[in-house]
């Protein structure tokens, strides 16, 4: 293990609590299935509610509607922890907690908070959260899913792409254009139910990376949403899922981070037992090298990470920080697990160590929840404001 001791975050009772709780967790009800979920692309949503009932599904939520009322702060330490064995795992709790949860929290009022959020808070049900669209990723505005107001009902239409739990979520998030003449002023946000007249489950994605966390397509044919389902008022949507996404920026860096302490753990044990020339992997310059190379970045990633975390928790603007922690941490990710596999050389490649799973993994999170393009766009802009 790496001695943490001298980080400069000290976590309290609680927080180191929560790791331990996580870790053992983590690796006696998933490290023994990664393999067999990865292959098969299932979703364990059984671990996924266990992981409620511990009180990691309502992480933000207040205890009134059944959450744990943590902050931030250990938000991303649960994130990083649960990413360091298995990220798919990771990111469908990130996801949860910080896209549909969250917005339903910050944003709902409060028969709406009341109606949801305990079911979501203590595992009973899976949210999702639809913004993305086949024709619209990082340009979000160019969404084509429409609401009409018909006869006191918002009549849906259209499709959205990439949703995590698409399939197994009971509780959805959806953005769509109410008025398309206003622009990101014209989108709304409305909570969705399965079942709901006119809303279906579109393919599941067979992807690359992250294969235990369900991602689908959702289509709306004339769905159905009443109108108490709109979540604060018309054309606030979009203002409110960038809110959101701030936030979600920083679980997916937490993500990002346990992935690669994740590489980084393996990578040390393994350069100790492996031989080659008479001599230990980690007695070569070369290895030593990545190794500290790899421990310094990602210590700055951490660091990065757990500032924005902590100015969140303190009610203080994290847009610029929060986009740097995500798009540094993600960076660092995808070096760490390519070293990783270089490092394990020839095995490195095949199923048989988690490396070539982190390698698989990795790439997504230069991609979720804005992409590194993104991000940049968005320090920018802050460093060139008048």
Not at 284 to 292: E, G, P, R, Y
Request: net charge negative; proline share 2%.
């Amino acid at each position: 293990m790496i001695n943490q001791s001298n980080f400069v975050i000290e976590f309290n009772e609680e927080q180191i609590a929560i790791k331990e709780t996580l870790k053992d967790f983590a690796n006696k009800k998933i490290k023994p299935h990664i393999l067999e979920w990865d292959e098969k692309q299932y979703f364990p949503i059984g671990v996924i509610k266990e992981l409620g009932e511990l009180g990691f599904l309502g992480i933000l939520v207040d205890e009134k509607y059944g959450g744990s009322n943590y902050g931030y702060v250990e938000y991303a330490l649960i994130v990083e922890e649960l990413a360091k064995i298995d990220p798919s795992i990771a990111l469908s709790v990130a996801a949860h907690n910080g896209l549909c949860t969250n917005h339903i929290y910050l944003f709902g009022n409060e028969l709406q908070k009341q109606k949801y959020l305990t079911d979501l808070a203590t595992g009973k049900k899976i949210g999702a959260w639809g913004l993305t669209e086949p024709n619209s990723g990082s340009d979000a505005i160019a969404m084509n899913t429409t609401a009409e107001l018909i006869n006191d009902k918002f009549i849906l239409n259209g499709t959205k792409q990439f949703i995590t739990h698409g399939a197994s979520a009971e509780v959805y998030v959806i953005m769509a254009i109410t008025d398309k003449a206003k622009g990101k002023n014209g989108v709304s946000a409305f909570i969705l139910e399965k079942g709901m007249k006119g809303f279906s489950v579109g393919k599941k994605e067979n992807k690359l990376g992250m294969r235990a966390s369900e991602t689908t397509q959702l289509i709306f044919e004339n769905c159905e949403v009443p109108t108490e389902n709109l979540i604060g008022n018309l054309g606030e949507g979009f203002v409110q899922a960038m809110k959101v996404l701030e936030g979600g920026r920083i679980s997916i860096a937490a993500l990002s981070n346990g992935l690669s302490l994740g590489c980084l753990e393996n990578s040390i044990s393994y350069s100790k037992q492996r031989k080659q020339f008479n001599k230990t992997l980690s007695e070569f310059q070369a290895i030593q090298f990545k190794l500290s190379d790899l421990a310094t970045e990602i210590e700055a990633a951490r660091l990065m990470t757990y500032k924005a975390a902590k100015l969140k928790d303190e009610g203080e603007p994290i847009n610029d920080i929060a986009a740097k922690a995500k798009l540094f941490s993600s960076e660092v990710a995808l070096k760490a697990a390519n070293e990783a596999v270089q490092i394990f050389g020839g095995y490195g490649f095949t199923k048989d160590y988690p490396v070539e799973k982190f390698y698989r993994d990795a790439k997504l999170l230069t991609i979720g929840e804005g992409t590194s393009e993104v991000q940049r766009i968005v320090i920018s802009k802050n460093l060139l404001k008048d």
